[in-house]
């Protein structure tokens, strides 16, 4: 399968690590993964603001980079909700390649019908799965189904797992007092798991967790699920 890697900007500028994690799964698992230079932002903050007329241009622009591939694979369970939910109602045109796009675990169970990766991590984990995953992609349990075929990983249940840890984009910088509660409760969910790595579907969310984390000097590393997968030995 030809299959195309939208990084998305948070990944594109602060961590590049996860768009390398992904090309290597596919590869691994035998597939031809290509990175289009031309790609932009989704649009995903303007349209979420009102500035929709703003967003139409990336909107577009996705559409011409993106439509030849037989899929599209985010890292980013938020901007795939986007371009899934979003783009056709913006833009019809883009309902084609929007439907062809796909969150990272999608792809895999879905699609290509993978559960093992053939991934080593042993490390103790803990899940959160992130709002827009959960409540627009309706990921389920592919992430975790996924994360448990992976050998040496105990996996641990986070309490509350389903309650949303305060990023929200722009809703952070709109109510931090909320946003800054939400993270508290979530920092103290992650605690008492015991774990020593905290991972989910959105590094923009896992910025959040992960510097609430720190400033509590947990010891937890925040990482994405894709570098997880990737993984074939050791931590460091």
Sequence with gaps: MRIALFITCVNDLAYPATGIAVTRILRRLGHTVEFPERQTCCGQMHA??????????????????????DAVVAP???????????????????????????????????????????AEFPETVTYHPTCHGLRMLRLGDR??????QVRGIDLVDLGDAEECCGFGGTFALKNPDVSTAML???????????????????????AHIGGGLDRRRSGVRAMHYAEILASTGATS
Excluded: W
């Design 76 to 118: 980013s369970g938020s901007c795939t909700a986007m371009i899934r939910d979003q783009y056709p109602r913006l833009h019809p045109p883009a309902a084609s390649v929007a439907a062809r796009t796909y969150e990272l675990s999608e792809l895999l169970v879905d699609v290509l019908g993978v559960t093992d990766v053939g």
């Design 143 to 148: 992430p975790l189904t996924l994360l448990r």
């Design 184 to 206: 508290s409760d979530k920092c103290a969910r992650v605690g008492e798991t015991g774990a020593r790595v905290l991972a989910a579907a959105d590094n923009s969310c896992l």
């Design 48 to 69: 979420n603001t009102g500035y929709r007329a703003e967003a139409m241009p990336m909107v577009r622009s996705y559409v011409d980079v993106f439509d030849g591939y």
